[in-house]
């Protein structure tokens, strides 16, 4: 079968809250193909909608560091980029870094001015400012003269939107994508996670041939039979052709997003781990040992893709091992046997797995929000670089008061973060310099002697050795990991 065009595959890029979700999901639910079947779409990772009787893919992914990564590992995964600008902020840092992403991969860009709707600003020249903007990174819009087309729009009513669906079919017309449903199936992972029930579960975008149930794949190395395949309405389907995103089931294990159908297995790489495993063990680099777990491969790839800026003029941040799923016995076992920290995304740390992390000493952080886990990766990079060693706070305390004990003064303190305990190092900290490192002599709480304290209680501390302390100082407990 000869070539034929086949649906745009486009990616929506920009800052955070400039409306990427929300114009997606107007065009989601306003469109045909995602009502065809009389269901609500389920996430995998992209979905395609109608307009003008033409389909359109688009990929719905955690952004453009997942989309960066696919690019990094040689994925083509876009055909056309759309960066999405709010009028009231214009470009902003994440909208750069899209912009050289954008750039980076060699696809066509549609700028999408959003937010038109917003009350109280003057929409000229805001416009205005944002095309001198555009202009200064080198984005020629048709306006000017140069081949990027600018639509704007609002993602709350509506308006514009139909425009730049047109302006997507009109730039995939110009570029005449192709494909042949008969060629070798060829296509890549654009979401992957496990499921408890399913197992491996995989998203896969076809860029050309026909992936059909029952075929035999490859995908970065993972193999398995295609035993199950569903739409992004959940519909059982048993082929797809050229920009047709399908969920596969039936993998043997989570492949890495961005991986091909067809790729082998990197051996490279997988030397290049254990050989920095090897050296972490011999205690011969001094960087901070990153185990990252994520609920998601697409997750997965982003934060691994945002620990990169640490490493700008240097290896400061090293990733050791990576997966989906909760945190195991064997991440922290690992992490403990090369002085790791365990970071985790989405997911739950297994009983077992906390418990040994208490004995073995090893730092284990969950969260839901990654920008709350990389503010506290570079806390603790920060640490790392001026210290020299890593530490961990165990708890905090401000010095409310003072009071006689003899030759001795007791510091009346109140909690203010975690547990501060007998046993651990204590240091007095005054407006962010260090005073002194010391022990507690004495810990009590009202007029009993405790063994530790914790956030929210008063408590009175006397340190050995006695040190000069004022009041307004804060004590800390801390532990080198």
């Known amino acids: 079968m000869a070539d034929t065009l086949r649906a745009p595959i486009v990616t929506i890029l920009g800052h955070v809250d400039h409306g990427k979700t929300t114009l997606l999901d107007f065009i989601r639910k306003s469109t045909v193909a995602a009502k065809e079947h009389g269901g609500i779409t389920q996430h995998i990772g992209a979905y395609q909608v ?173 193999t398995g039979k295609i035993r199950g395949m569903f739409d992004f309405n959940g519909k059982v389907v048993d082929s797809a052709g050229p920009s047709f995103p399908v969920e596969v089931l039936g993998l043997e294990s989570v492949p ?70 909760d945190i195991t016995e064997d991440n922290v076992k690992m992490a403990s046997s090369v002085k790791a920290i365990v970071l985790g995304f989405n997911v739950k740390l297994a009983p077992v797995a906390q418990k040994i992390s208490e004995t073995e000493h090893v730092l284990v952080r969950t969260y839901n929000i990654i920008y709350e886990l990389l503010e506290d990766v570079e806390d603790v990079v920060t640490t790392l670089l001026e210290v020299g060693q890593l530490e961990e706070v165990l708890g905090k305390a401000n010095i409310i008061a003072e009071f006689p004990h003899g030759k001795e003064r007791i510091a009346g303190c109140r909690m203010i973060e975690g547990e501060i305990a007998k046993g651990q190092k204590i240091r007095v900290v005054r407006e962010g310099v260090l005073v002194s490192e010391t022990k507690l002599k004495s810990l009590k709480k009202v007029k009993d002697e405790v063994n530790k304290v914790e956030k929210g209680n008063d408590c009175g501390m006397l340190f050995d050795p006695n040190l000069d302390f004022q009041i307004g100082d804060t004590v800390e407990s801390f532990r080198v990991i």
Not at 80 to 99: C, H, K, W
Not at 171 to 182: I, N, Q, R, S, T
Not at 260 to 268: D, F, I, S, Y
């Open 256 to 325: 890495e997003v961005g991986a091909k159908l067809g790729e082998e297995p990197e051996e490279k790489e997988a030397k290049e781990i254990q050989s920095l495993v090897e050296k972490l063990k011999a205690g011969d680099t001094k960087t901070l040992k990153v185990i990252i777990k994520a609920d998601k491969q697409g997750s997965l790839e982003a934060i691994q893709a945002s620990l990169q800026k640490f490493n700008e003029t240097g290896e400061v941040v090293v990733v050791i091992s990576k997966g989906t799923g």
């Open 50 to 222: 109608e307009h003008e009787k033409k389909l359109i893919t688009f990929i719905d992914t955690p952004g453009h560091a997942a989309f960066e990564k696919m690019r990094s590992r040689g994925a083509k995964v876009a055909d056309i980029a759309v960066l999405v600008v709010s009028i009231d902020d214009g470009l902003m840092p994440q909208t750069i870094e899209a912009i050289n992403h954008i750039k980076g991969a060699k696809v066509p860009m549609i700028v999408a001015i959003s937010k038109i709707d917003i009350q109280g600003i003057n929409a000229k020249v805001q416009m205005d400012k944002i095309k001198k903007q555009l202009s200064d990174r080198e984005i020629n819009i048709e306006e000017y003269g140069g081949d990027v087309p600018l639509v704007p729009l609002s993602a709350k009513t509506g308006e514009g939107v139909d425009k730049l669906l047109e302006i997507i079919q009109l730039v995939a017309e110009l570029h005449e994508l192709k494909g042949d449903p008969a060629a070798p199936v060829a296509g890549v992972v654009i979401e992957a996670t496990l499921d408890k029930f399913k197992g491996a579960i995989a998203t896969i975008l076809v860029r050309n041939g026909t992936l059909k149930k029952g075929d035999q794949i490859m995908v970065g190395g993972v």
